[in-house]
């Protein structure tokens, strides 16, 4: 059984930090592109940052780069996604997503998600 299980997230005050984690199981992790998302009370969902499963190339959202960082473990099926000055507009609930092939087909799993509060 597919999971994807977010932990980490809270309540932070601006300019603070928080590190989300995602733990992975029920397929081959390492093979997979592992992202986060986010989305905030009425807006859309939009996509925050990637790792790629084979080289580690990483790729981020506008509103995010040079302050959120992703990373992967793949010996320990974990994703994580370092947040750094954080602003009220950072405030959502955040969603780990996988990407990947199993027996010949493409999967995209989702997990329940984490919510993160940016106010003072």
């Known amino acids: 059984q597919v999971q994807l299980v977010e932990s980490g997230g809270g309540l932070v005050q601006p300019g603070g930090s928080l590190k989300l984690s995602c733990a992975a199981s029920?397929?081959?992790?390492?093979?997979?592109?592992m992202r986060w998302y986010r989305q905030a009370p009425e807006k859309e969902r939009e996509m925050v940052a990637s790792?790629?499963?084979?080289?580690?190339?990483?790729n981020y959202g506008d509103s995010v780069k040079g302050r959120f960082t992703i990373s992967r473990d793949n010996t320990k099926n974990l994703v994580y996604l370092q947040m750094n000055s954080l602003k009220p507009e950072d405030t959502a609930v955040y969603y780990c997503?996988?990407?990947?092939?199993?027996?010949?087909?493409?999967?995209?799993?989702w997990g329940q998600g984490t919510q993160v509060i940016v106010s003072s």
């Open positions: 997503r996988a990407d990947g092939v199993t027996d010949g087909r493409w999967h995209n799993y």
């Open positions: 029920g397929f081959t992790f390492s093979s997979y592109t």
């Open positions: 790792i790629i499963n084979s080289d580690g190339f990483t």
